[in-house]
DNA sequence: GCCTGTGAAGCTATTCACAGCT
DNA sequence: AGCTGTGAATAGCTTCACAGGC
């Protein structure tokens, strides 16, 4: 239930905002409509949720959120560290320290003698060296990769010893780590190319509107 | 076919890199492993574009770099225009101006006055006023929408009134497009909400340990 | 009538396992 | 023996369609 997880935690955001306005209940199709998405799959991932609403009234909100909470592992706040202070790394940050309260992005860190010690964002910078006794002493379980394809796995390694969990990550290369690490790789160059290749392939002309 | 789409971009990307540090001939599990994926997954992917290998020598870099270019639709040059740049365009443009020979970054667009006229990484910065202007004296065929969530419909209503046909999106939301248009959407804090997920839970200890 | 929950069918993707070539 | 190509089995995801509650 990949797939579910993904578009639960989309629904999350979308129901958070629709709450902040003063909605209290939403319909499946509602949901499907701004989640770019379909009712069937909606009630479908919400039954893979254990959530369940009522004929005619649809699903009541606030219910809904804090089922998903639950789903989530909330409300335990996530320590998190970023490696790389580059463009991406820098645009991570401000999306990381933005108002979402229950992700807390630890510090930042990178090998360039003159990032080191500033701030961005409000969030520290550090070098490299210090990594893994920031990570010990903050209980981080997610590192955010976004250095070069060279240095990637030697972050990775220092993220493993030190018990890292999850990894995400923008270097362009397979990582090698233990079973018990979970990695998501992003890679932006592809994702073009995957565009590219989709948008000019003229197979796929009888679609729906929405998106996604 | 979309996941083998996928891989057959990163294989391509792998197999460029083997080929100029002089290896000629490739097997599937070598591949595999490169890829992190695995042998059985390469020869299926191989057999769907249609390219064959020989047992006991494998497959013939060069030759099924050229099926590639083919099936990617090379050696035609790719138009793309960016909108959006913040640090996360300023990223995207250092990674597509550099060394990718087959896709062309014609300009970036902003709202802000200060970076109008400005070059990024070579790349020019217009106003938006200009975009409908530059995608068509370019035949420009895939944006990328690197704005605010506020924003980004009407950059997308832009780039279809204009008839692109392909769009790697940035901003949460969900675009209204026609049919005819594909759009890739890749929300940032969703991937990260992700990882966090799958790595809480304990229910994924018995994996491979590639990655992805 | 309108909307949910869900079995069943359909579709896509991965894995197995083995025949066949060299 | 070593590796490919592929049918068949399996797993995962989505859509259909409809019974049942309000």
Redesign the pocket.
């Known amino acids: 239930?990949?797939?579910?997880v993904e578009r639960l935690a989309l629904y999350r955001r979308l129901l958070k905002n629709q709450y902040q306005n003063g909605k209290t209940h939403i319909?499946?199709?509602q949901l499907a409509d701004i989640a770019g998405s379909?009712?069937?799959?909606v009630?479908?991932d919400?039954?893979n949720l254990g959530y369940?609403?009522?004929?005619?009234h649809?699903?009541e909100i606030k219910a809904l959120l804090d089922c998903m909470d639950q789903f989530f592992h909330k409300p335990d706040i996530k320590n998190l560290v970023l490696v790389g202070v580059g463009n991406l790394g820098r645009a991570l940050i401000s999306y990381f320290t933005k108002d979402r309260s229950e992700l807390n992005l630890v510090a930042a860190f990178d090998k360039d003698p003159l990032k080191i010690n500033l701030k961005f964002n409000g969030c520290s910078c550090y070098s490299i060296d210090r990594l893994s006794e920031v990570i010990i002493e903050n209980h981080v379980t997610v590192g955010i990769i976004t250095v070069t394809m060279e240095s990637a796995q030697e972050i990775v390694d220092i993220f493993v010893k030190n018990k890292i969990s999850g990894i995400l990550n923008f270097a362009p290369v397979s990582l090698v780590t233990p079973p018990s690490v979970y990695v998501e790789n992003v890679d932006l160059a592809l994702m073009l190319e995957k565009v590219i290749y989709f948008s000019s392939t003229e197979i796929l002309k009888e679609k729906k509107s929405g998106s996604k």
């Open positions: 239930m990949e797939k579910t319909f499946s199709h379909t009712a069937g799959i009630r479908r919400f039954m369940y609403g009522t004929p005619r649809g699903y």
